[in-house]
Structures are given as C-alpha cells and as structure tokens.
C-alpha cells in the first residue's frame, strides 16, 4: 500500500547543530515530495518541494532536502540549527499516477532545539 | 504574502449541532481543499473542489460533510450534525495548479465537539 513514513516522532538538536529528518514514502513512481511545517498555533507552511531535476532541493529558512530514488526517500536537512526552528515537520507526498489532487501526509516529526 | 485565511480559529459546538467553518483561498488559486487532523493524529484529506465542484472526496467525508463556494471568495465546509469525534484542527488549502507546486495552508480552526 502507498504510505508517508517518518520515523523519527521526536528529535532534539543543540542550537548550532545540524539537522537531518527523515522521510520515506513507499509509492510505484516518482511522487511528487515536499516538506510542510507547523509551529505551535500556526498553520503548515510549505518548506520545499521536489517533483523533478535536480534531486537536492533548496527551501525556506535554509532548509534543504535530497531525494534519493534508490532509498525511496526524501529527507531534510539544514547545517545549523537555531532555536526558532522548533517546531513539528510533515512531509507529505502526491502520487502523480492517482487522479486528483490530494497530498498524504506523514506522522510528523516534533523538533526541539536545546541552548 | 498572499495568506488563506480561516474563521473562527476556535469553535466550540454541542454535539449534534451544525457547525461552518470559514476559508477565504488566495484570489488567484483555483483549487480548494480541507484537511483535518485529529490531536496525535496525521494530517488528513477530507476534499477537494476545483470548477465549483468536488473533485475528489475521502472516506471520511461522508453525508455530514459538505462544501460549498458560495461568492466568488468563501469556501466553507459544513459539519451537519456534529459528533464527538468530528473534534479536530480543520485547515484550509488552496493551490494556483493543482497539487505539484504544493499548496498554501490556512491556520486551521479547531473545533471543539462536547
């Protein structure tokens, strides 16, 4: 069955550190990817996205993801962290070979970052 | 930046009572869509509506649900007869082109069924 996993349901990053979340998604093509966050009391604000061309995609606040086909993945990534990224990270996938326009979500990863 | 915008961003409601929750989509985007997460829950698709009508529905959107455009700027979504489980966050979407280029999420309402 298609799925969105993310398997970390909690991180904790020191402030300055780096930062990897992962995404795996289990479709039979190339989905289209992206990275959602949710601060406390806010909507999800799209991060990045990726659906073709290059597979390392640069996003908002200094964010970056890879996509891999070979790991059916998609993680996130960003060299240093700071405080204001806490916050809960989504990512979602659409399947390009499903009529219509829904995204799936995946469970979502709590980010906590210590001083 | 162009925001989605929803009302109210708190609702409370008696079980069995109809509930409207209130989106206003970014003007130039074509297509709408509602998701819901219920507290611990993932994000999940309710619908989505493009031309003026349901382009495609989940499983959780049943006969209690509905949606409708009633001006040129509202996308509203109707709980007709509230359960306890209908409690959620609701947020509204909206995208200029479908699904690849990501959408613009509002800030939710939650909705409180006691």
């Known amino acids: 069955a298609q799925s969105v996993t993310q398997p970390d349901i909690h991180i904790t990053v020191s402030e300055g550190a780096s930062l990897e979340l992962r995404c795996n998604y289990s479709?039979?093509?190339?989905?289209?990817l992206f990275w959602y966050v949710q601060s406390p009391g806010q909507g999800l604000q799209l991060l990045l996205k990726?659906?073709?061309?290059?597979?390392l995609v640069q996003g908002i606040k200094g964010f970056e993801a890879e996509f891999k086909r070979s790991q059916s993945s998609f993680n996130l990534r960003k060299p240093s962290v700071h405080w204001s990224d806490a916050a809960e990270y989504f990512c979602?996938?659409?399947?390009?070979?499903?009529?219509?326009?829904?995204?799936?979500f995946g469970a979502g990863t709590i980010l906590r970052v210590k001083s | 930046e162009p925001e989605v915008t929803q009302t109210p961003s708190h609702q409370v409601t008696q079980m069995g009572q109809e509930v409207i929750l209130r989106c206003v989509p970014i003007?130039?985007?074509?297509?709408f869509y509602w998701y819901r997460q219920i507290l611990g829950q993932k994000v999940e698709f309710l619908v989505s509506?493009?031309?003026?009508?349901?382009?495609?529905k989940s499983e959780i959107f049943d006969d209690q649900f509905s949606v409708e455009r009633p001006d040129g700027s509202n996308f509203t979504l109707k709980i007709r007869s509230t359960k306890l489980e209908d409690s959620a966050m609701y947020f509204c979407?909206?995208?200029?082109?479908?699904?690849?280029?990501?959408?613009?999420f509002g800030s939710g309402t939650r909705l409180t069924v006691v």
């Open positions: 979407a909206s995208s200029e082109e479908g699904r690849r280029y990501g959408y613009t």
């Open positions: 990726y659906f073709s061309g290059d597979t």
């Open positions: 979602a996938v659409g399947d390009p070979l499903e009529y219509g326009n829904k995204l799936v």
């Open positions: 509506f493009y031309n003026n009508e349901i382009s495609e």
């Open positions: 479709y039979g093509a190339t989905p289209y």
């Open positions: 003007s130039n985007h074509l297509y």
